[in-house]
């Protein structure tokens, strides 16, 4: 092999790694927040692999949260006289003389009896008692340790999973929406969106299957025009359609309920049909011809004969539209007005903001167990996925 053949193999296999981990790097991110504590979750800098931590907190070790670190020498005092008598305080140390501490309340600047407790140095880490039951009320305990006092180890916060499921449902706990034996709500978001894709991806096969058939195998007047316009339909943004879409469907009644989502699946799509008539051009015709001459019919030919030779592109078009209906966030807040009928995006989106801000580990975690089916079932159909985009349009 020649030098410059070998260098220009390094090169493409370097620009495959590189392309898979720029790829890669958000799910990995993904994945890690979603087991990490709430606390590290957005921590600056950040931090990749989940770790728990335990420090000494008024002379008992027990789990803490890591805070911050002390930049500047700092004098760690207890209030001694006035309304806030026994509260621990953190000063720095200038501000600490002869057995008063000088604090500002309210814009004032005062001076208080405070007990000094010990001399904090830059370097060391003011750590929080973390609580294992929220119910307890009162402050955290607190303290400010050197770093060598603090342990620390590797953990999964594997329980942010079921916490994430079990968050979805406090608004309708909350509501009193709830009912025994009702399903988690974060199933009844999945159940939803799979019968909107498999729905969708039955329709898609069995309409564009067909009408690309009609475009590649048989012969008619006006064909090349039908397709050109097939074709001039993948060019209409779908913002164009959002309300004269909205207004037939709500004419209809179906807004609020999942049929906006997948009957209009069963009408086609100019790129399915494309790249099936792109696949049923490679077969050929001398198939049909025998099959005529047998006495076969035009279904049945297309059923016995061009369909099992069309494996790889079914599947790709299955795909396709499945991928598309598991992730439409579009769709399903247009027309889906009862949280009874959110599909995962919608459910996911308001899970996110049902609580007036953003739980990240919670949602990292609900948004893998969103991710992961697609990546399962593109792992299991990827050699019948990637067959059917290498042999569309290849003449055989």
Known sequence: MEPRSRLGKAFALVLLLGGSVVFAFPFVWLVSTSLKPNEQAASMP??????????????????????????????????????????????????????????????????????????????????????????????????????????????????????????????????????????????????????????????????????????????W?????????TLGTMMVPFPALMVPLYGVFKALGWVGTLKPLWVPAFFGSGFNIFLMRQFFLTIPKELSEAARIDGCSELGIFLRIVLPLSKPVLAVVALFHFLYAWNDFMGPLLYLTRQETFTLSLGLQAYQSQHGGTDWAHLMAASTMVVAPILVLFFFTQRTFIKGIATTGMKG
């Open 46 to 219: 950040p931090q990749w692999i989940p770790k728990i931590y335990a420090a000494p907190i008024e002379g008992r070790r027990t789990a803490v949260i890591k805070d911050h670190e002390i930049r500047s020498p700092c004098v760690l005092v207890r209030l001694t006289e006035g309304p806030q008598a026994g509260q621990k305080l953190l000063i720095p140390a200038d501000d600490y003389a002869d057995g008063r501490a000088r604090l500002d309340v309210s814009g004032a600047t005062i001076r208080t009896a405070a007990e000094r407790i010990k001399d904090v140095p830059a370097g060391w880490w003011y750590g929080v008692e973390k609580r294992r039951d929220p119910t307890v009320e009162g402050p955290a305990r607190w303290d400010v340790v050197p770093p060598e006092q603090i342990e620390e180890r590797v953990s999964f916060a594997w329980g942010n999973y079921p916490e994430a499921i079990r968050y979805m449902d406090s608004d309708r706990r909350a509501s009193g929406l709830e009912r025994p034996g009702q399903l988690p709500i974060f199933v009844r978001y999945l159940l939803n969106t799979m019968i909107v894709c498999v729905l969708g991806v039955i329709g898609t096969v069995c309409s564009c299957s067909l009408a690309a058939y009609g475009l590649a195998r048989i012969p």
């Open 221 to 229: 007047r006006g064909r090349g025009i039908l397709f050109a316009v």
